[in-house]
């Protein structure tokens, strides 16, 4: 259950007008970071994408201000919203 | 258990459309240890300890802004209440006012907008220094440009000082005509039961039950429940109740974390959550619209009262639910200039003085940043501040005055005061109120906590 390592997990959310190889281009950024890729929710809705990615960036190479300046790159190149957030304001909010 | 997408995508939605954000971060810091009888030695000390907490303060919220994807909208100080570091300094105006040129000029090293805490406590009585203090705000405010100053004129403990509120009306007066457009006034307020720890300006200060740092955090504006209100156009009002508490319970829960983070960071005690909502002129960051979201016309018309009144109760207990650190004043401001839906109502004849009094009996901030004619006599003003305290001391909880006259302005001219300040149409007010009762001066006696019907 517990993993012994600890983790760091953001959460990353997309969306936008679908097309091809939103998925492979994130996943190619986060490899390049060295981010693991936890678990990933997609979705679409009327030609809409909606994603979310849970990532850990324990041992990623870059600090997450870059991470976001690259993601926000993406997001400008393929016309997505990026938001990329701890975790943890997730949990604070929603969970009693 | 990991998060849902849904849960995602609220808060998502909620930073994207609705300016969810962490209002205010605060750091109060005390003084106390810095005072000295020479006056360049003291003012040394305490630069060098603001600026650097203030470095660190915008660094570190800057970081955690990144980290959580929440914006951090002001970053600010509240210092020792300056009327009692001046006690072993000669008692001269100039003396208070080059503390307050030193304080903002630390401020402005520092990048910090606001610095609150040129004030005095004077509910029972005023030391030599607090007299100093107060004759010097008008050059002290008007010459400084962050520095905020506040004066706590009443408390259900002491009654309410009338010498002190007799001389602010005059205060006020001078403050007014010495800035563009009495632009000084919007960083001077005045109080009952002022509490220590309150991280919003223009009242903040570190209070003497405060230790040497203690950082404290506003939530987010009103945009993201008067989002879930307008959402909510029908449901029945103990239903509307619950999805407003609801609400307030995650945005609390959101300053609680980022405010745990960064006191942890800057090794500083956590001090308080304020969970008053303050609006800005931002399209749909607005407390007049919350309650016109609930279903009044506008704001200031009958039903207001009453739809104010649960907003609030419903924020605090959203609130109190989610943190076991809620202070400061924890209310719900409305403040005319700062909110784009009070400055309608006041347009539109909607809300007048009166109106908004009884407004302020029922949510914690009192009359804050409107506008009246620059030639409202200075007994006017006073009158004004003692019927807003009496409220406030009566029924046990704080309340203010952030009273602006503007020099030149007649009813309906719009005033602007500048950046976050916003612009205020100039409220009527009558000319003559209580002369004589102002000049009797002495103390409403402290009332009655007993026998309460």
Same mark, same amino acid.
């Given at each position: 259950?517990?993993?012994?390592?600890?983790?760091?997990?953001?959460?990353?959310?997309?969306?936008?007008?679908?097309?091809?190889?939103?998925?492979?281009?994130?996943?190619?950024?986060?490899?390049?970071?060295?981010?693991?890729?936890?678990?990933?929710?997609?979705?679409?809705?009327?030609?809409?994408?909606?994603?979310?990615?849970?990532?850990?960036?324990?041992?990623?190479?870059?600090?997450?201000?870059?991470?976001?300046?690259?993601?926000?790159?993406?997001?400008?190149?393929?016309?997505?919203?990026?938001?990329?957030?701890?975790?943890?304001?997730?949990?604070?909010?929603?969970?009693? | 258990?990991?998060?849902?997408?849904?849960?995602?995508?609220?808060?998502?939605?909620?930073?994207?459309?609705?300016?969810?954000?962490?209002?205010?971060?605060?750091?109060?810091?005390?003084?106390?240890?810095?005072?000295?009888?020479?006056?360049?030695?003291?003012?040394?000390?305490?630069?060098?300890?603001?600026?650097?907490?203030?470095?660190?303060?915008?660094?570190?919220?800057?970081?955690?802004?990144?980290?959580?994807?929440?914006?951090?909208?002001?970053?600010?100080?509240?210092?020792?209440?300056?009327?009692?570091?001046?006690?072993?300094?000669?008692?001269?105006?100039?003396?208070?006012?080059?503390?307050?040129?030193?304080?903002?000029?630390?401020?402005?090293?520092?990048?910090?907008?606001?610095?609150?805490?040129?004030?005095?406590?004077?509910?029972?009585?005023?030391?030599?220094?607090?007299?100093?203090?107060?004759?010097?705000?008008?050059?002290?405010?008007?010459?400084?440009?962050?520095?905020?100053?506040?004066?706590?004129?009443?408390?259900?403990?002491?009654?309410?000082?009338?010498?002190?509120?007799?001389?602010?009306?005059?205060?006020?007066?001078?403050?007014?005509?010495?800035?563009?457009?009495?632009?000084?006034?919007?960083?001077?307020?005045?109080?009952?039961?002022?509490?220590?720890?309150?991280?919003?300006?223009?009242?903040?200060?570190?209070?003497?039950?405060?230790?040497?740092?203690?950082?404290?955090?506003?939530?987010?504006?009103?945009?993201?429940?008067?989002?879930?209100?307008?959402?909510?156009?029908?449901?029945?009002?103990?239903?509307?109740?619950?999805?407003?508490?609801?609400?307030?319970?995650?945005?609390?829960?959101?300053?609680?974390?980022?405010?745990?983070?960064? =006191?942890?960071? &800057?090794? +500083? *005690?956590?001090?308080?959550?304020?969970? !008053?909502? %303050?609006?800005?002129?931002?399209? $749909?960051? /607005?407390?007049?619209?919350?309650?016109?979201?609930?279903?009044?016309?506008?704001?200031?018309?009958?039903?207001?009262?009453? =739809?104010?009144? &649960?907003? +609030? *109760?419903?924020?605090?207990?959203?609130? !109190?639910? %989610?943190?076991?650190?809620?202070? $400061?004043? /924890?209310?719900?401001?409305?403040?005319?200039?700062?909110?784009?839906?009070?400055?309608?109502?006041?347009?539109?004849?909607?809300?007048?003085?009166?109106?908004?009094?009884?407004?302020?009996?029922?949510? !914690?901030?009192?009359?804050?940043?409107?506008?009246?004619?620059?030639?409202?006599?200075?007994?006017?003003?006073?009158?004004?501040?003692?019927?807003?305290?009496?409220?406030?001391?009566?029924?046990?909880?704080?309340?203010?005055?952030?009273?602006?006259?503007?020099?030149?302005?007649?009813?309906?001219?719009?005033?602007?005061?500048?950046?976050?300040?916003?612009?205020?149409?100039?409220?009527?007010?009558?000319?003559?109120?209580?002369?004589?009762?102002?000049?009797?001066?002495?103390?409403?006696?402290?009332?009655?906590?007993?026998?309460?019907?």
């Amino acid at each position: 259950m517990s993993k012994s390592k600890k983790q760091q997990i953001c959460i990353m959310t997309v969306t936008g007008a679908d097309r091809v190889g939103i998925i492979a281009r994130l996943a190619t950024a986060m490899a390049e970071a060295n981010i693991n890729i936890v678990d990933v929710n997609q979705n679409i809705m009327e030609d809409f994408f909606v994603m979310t990615m849970a990532v850990d960036i324990t041992r990623a190479s870059i600090d997450t201000e870059k991470i976001k300046k690259r993601l926000d790159r993406i997001a400008k190149e393929m016309s997505l919203k990026i938001t990329f957030q701890d975790e943890n304001i997730f949990k604070a909010m929603h969970r009693v | 258990m990991r998060v849902s997408v849904e849960e995602v995508f609220e808060t998502v939605r909620m930073t994207l459309n609705h300016h969810f954000d962490i209002r205010t971060v605060t750091l109060g810091i005390n003084l106390k240890d810095c005072i000295d009888r020479n006056i360049n030695r003291f003012n040394e000390r305490i630069q060098k300890r603001i600026i650097a907490k203030g470095i660190q303060l915008n660094k570190l919220a800057e970081t955690t802004e990144h980290k959580y994807g929440i914006p951090i909208t002001n970053r600010r100080i509240s210092v020792t209440p300056v009327s009692l570091l001046l006690e072993p300094l000669p008692s001269k105006a100039e003396t208070a006012v080059k503390i307050a040129k030193a304080l903002d000029k630390a401020a402005r090293n520092a990048r910090i907008d606001f610095l609150g805490g040129f004030g005095a406590l004077v509910q029972k009585g005023m030391t030599a220094a607090d007299k100093n203090l107060i004759s010097a705000i008008p050059q002290a405010l008007s010459k400084t440009k962050r520095v905020c100053g506040f004066l706590n004129l009443a408390s259900t403990q002491a009654g309410i000082n009338m010498n002190a509120v007799e001389r602010t009306g005059h205060i006020i007066k001078k403050l007014s005509a010495g800035t563009k457009d009495g632009a000084g006034c919007a960083k001077l307020t005045v109080f009952a039961n002022v509490p220590e720890d309150n991280p919003f300006m223009a009242g903040a200060h570190h209070g003497t039950g405060e230790p040497d740092f203690s950082l404290n955090i506003g939530i987010s504006g009103p945009g993201v429940v008067r989002s879930v209100v307008a959402q909510n156009p029908k449901c029945e009002l103990t239903q509307l109740s619950e999805v407003i508490k609801r609400t307030v319970f995650k945005i609390t829960r959101a300053g609680e974390l980022i405010g745990r983070e960064i =006191a942890e960071l &800057m090794k +500083v *005690d956590f001090g308080i959550v304020d969970i !008053s909502l %303050a609006p800005t002129t931002s399209a $749909g960051d /607005s407390v007049a619209e919350i309650v016109e979201a609930m279903g009044v016309t506008q704001i200031g018309r009958p039903g207001s009262t009453a =739809a104010l009144s &649960m907003l +609030v *109760d419903a924020v605090k207990k959203g609130g !109190s639910m %989610a943190s076991g650190n809620v202070g $400061g004043l /924890s209310g719900t401001f409305i403040p005319i200039s700062e909110d784009a839906g009070m400055i309608r109502a006041v347009k539109a004849k909607a809300l007048n003085i009166e109106k908004l009094e009884a407004l302020t009996s029922v949510c !914690s901030v009192g009359l804050d940043m409107f506008a009246v004619p620059g030639d409202t006599p200075a007994e006017v003003i006073s009158a004004i501040i003692a019927d807003e305290l009496s409220i406030g001391v009566i029924n046990n909880k704080t309340t203010g005055v952030r009273i602006i006259p503007v020099p030149g302005a007649k009813v309906g001219d719009i005033a602007h005061f500048g950046g976050l300040l916003g612009s205020a149409p100039v409220m009527e007010v009558p000319k003559i109120a209580s002369p004589k009762f102002i000049a009797r001066k002495g103390r409403i006696p402290a009332p009655l906590t007993a026998l309460r019907n």
